[in-house]
């Protein structure tokens, strides 16, 4: 069974390719990045002309703006007296400065065995736990978020062998990803789409895990924030699963995709927009999951 499932992103063994960045970073970085950028623009001043301002180089503002560094605090405050910010705006963006440097949740379960963080998962995992819109496709298997922890085992033994203590890392950091979004307040639109075959594949398992994983997907979909929807005909989507969320404070949405080789993230704005247009046309030919499951 391809590990096709943005939900599956956890147990990668391998580092992300993106379209636009060289390094992952983290969702403090892109937002800090962002408000920056767009405080240069309405002040109608090119990179360089900022970068002269507070003493550094134009490539400096750049890698700044696309969250691609952390900021350094001072940097952050010179910025802020260069655009003349409010004083809360200043106390919120310094704060992102400081965050972008700090450890994430999900720091203990995806770390190598010499305690480095793979680079695949920050932005993933911090998008997902304050996206303000999430969206999934999924071809194969039931999405991380909607899985129960018994399918999750019979989903780790159908797939390539894994060393015990990863397979562990992997339950303990779905089981954390679904409690900090059950404990969300603010709770985020949510919509997945997922295909027949996905409840297909629940009559090869044990009928207690499949009966029980199936009452899941329908408990899901009757929260108000949450869609499950099954894909009944050939849709849009059919090149295989991904993932659109749509971080807060300003963040374009970016799309993350998984495979077993790999996986990347895609940032182009047209590019996302492809991806958008075709979770829309893939819904069209969906159902209500209580409706298929009927």
Not at 103 to 120: C, F, I, L, M
Not at 150 to 174: D, F, H, K, M
Not at 255 to 270: N, Q
Request: glycine share 6%.
């Amino acid at each position: 069974m391809p590990i096709t499932d943005v939900s599956d992103m956890d147990i990668s063994p391998v580092s992300c390719d993106t379209d636009d960045m060289s390094e992952q970073p983290t969702l403090a970085r892109r937002s800090l990045g962002a408000a920056f950028r767009r405080l240069r623009e309405t002040a109608g001043q090119s990179p360089r002309d900022v970068g002269d301002a507070i003493g550094v180089s134009r490539q400096t503002i750049g890698r700044i703006e696309d969250g691609k560094q952390a900021t350094h605090i001072l940097q952050a405050k010179a910025l802020c007296e260069h655009f003349g910010v409010t004083r809360a705006k200043k106390s919120h963006l310094c704060d992102l400065a400081v965050r972008g440097k700090e450890k994430g949740w999900w720091e203990p379960y995806t770390s190598d065995s010499n305690g480095q963080v793979r680079p695949d998962f920050p932005l993933f995992l911090e998008t997902e736990q304050v996206a303000a819109h999430i969206r999934v496709l999924e071809t194969e298997v039931v999405p991380g978020l909607l899985q129960t922890p018994e399918y999750l085992t019979e989903l780790q033994a159908a797939q390539l062998p894994q060393p015990p203590e990863l397979a562990e890392s992997v339950r303990g950091l779905r089981t954390h990803r679904q409690k900090l979004m059950a404990d969300r307040t603010d709770r985020p639109r949510v919509e997945f789409l997922i295909s027949r075959a996905v409840i297909d594949y629940l009559d090869g398992i044990s009928a207690a895990v499949a009966a029980s994983q199936r009452k899941r997907l329908v408990e899901a979909a009757e929260e108000p924030n949450i869609e499950v929807r099954v894909i009944t005909r050939l849709h849009a989507g059919t090149a295989g699963a991904f993932a659109i969320l749509t971080p807060p404070d300003g963040v374009p949405p970016f799309v993350y995709i998984d495979d077993l080789d790999g996986c990347r993230y895609v940032e182009d704005v047209d590019i996302v927009s492809v991806y958008e247009r075709a979770f829309g046309l893939a819904r069209t030919m969906s159902v209500p999951v209580e409706e298929y499951l009927s």
